[in-house]
């Protein structure tokens, strides 16, 4: 995003316009944004080009909220700065073993995909994935993951049936290796799905309730294995 539609945002998110309309003149925002009236009006007609605002025009004063692709963008810039002031290069993330829809299974262990993850994470997945529900302290942590670059497991087809690209991540569960993956076009979740060359039930001798932590690799790739993340 542009730099210009950036900084309009933040100053706009900042009176309250994330969450509700604000009321505020032309004037009153050229004021907040360091520019005259008229810059100011023509940075809120562009905002409203690019769908990063809405607009609702009163008898006195004009309301303005930021859309949720405005929100989007500034999401993005915000899990960048905390990559850089709060974070290395790994995430950790804790929540409780759940169980998942049992199909995990079934789609990790297609030839195809078992063989991008021997090549590019280091290890033929075991059946079956280990699904985890993020502890809501956890949950901005998720953010962060989504707009890190992971590794792309390219989909295939098979017997008619499409199989989609999936973009995976290094981790750890106690010192174990292992790798989240995450379908491409999946809708964001809570849930955290794992696999491992061990079946970690019983590796580690968890149940459906316990508690457990995972370490998320965010160092970077190369740029050929890059794709971005839960986008």
């Known amino acids: 995003m542009d730099e210009k539609f950036s900084f309009a945002l933040r100053k706009i998110a900042l009176l309250g316009g994330i969450n509700n309309y604000i009321a505020v003149s032309s004037r009153e925002l050229g004021v907040v944004l360091g520019m005259s009236q008229?810059?100011?009006s023509k940075r809120i007609l562009e905002l409203l080009d690019e769908k990063y605002l809405v607009r609702d025009l009163g008898a006195r004063k004009q309301r303005i909220k930021i859309t949720d692709s405005g929100v989007e963008e500034l999401k993005k810039e915000y899990n960048e700065y905390r990559r850089i002031f709060e974070l290395t290069d790994h995430v950790a993330i804790h929540g409780k073993v759940v169980t998942g829809?049992?199909?995990?299974?079934?789609?990790?262990t297609q030839k195809p995909y078992m063989d991008q993850f021997q090549s590019l994470l280091g290890f033929r997945p075991f059946e079956g994935t280990l699904n985890i529900k993020v502890s809501k302290?956890?949950?901005?942590?998720?953010?962060?993951?989504?707009y890190t670059p992971g590794h792309l497991i390219e989909g295939f087809e098979k017997d008619g049936r499409t199989f989609g690209n999936v973009v995976a991540y290094k981790a750890k569960i106690q010192n174990l290796e292992c790798a989240?993956?995450?379908p491409q076009r999946s809708h964001y979740s809570d849930i955290l799905e794992i696999v491992c060359k061990f079946h970690l039930r019983r590796t580690l001798s968890i149940n459906?309730?316990?508690e457990i932590g995972v370490i998320i690799d965010l160092s970077s790739l190369s740029?050929?294995?890059?794709?971005?993340?839960?986008?």
């Open 38 to 40: 008229q810059s100011a």
């Open 101 to 108: 829809m049992g199909e995990g299974g079934y789609y990790i």
């Open 137 to 146: 302290e956890d949950l901005g942590k998720l953010e962060v993951i989504r």
């Open 180 to 182: 989240l993956v995450i």
């Open 208 to 210: 459906d309730g316990d």
């Open 223 to 231: 740029s050929e294995d890059q794709i971005s993340g839960m986008t």
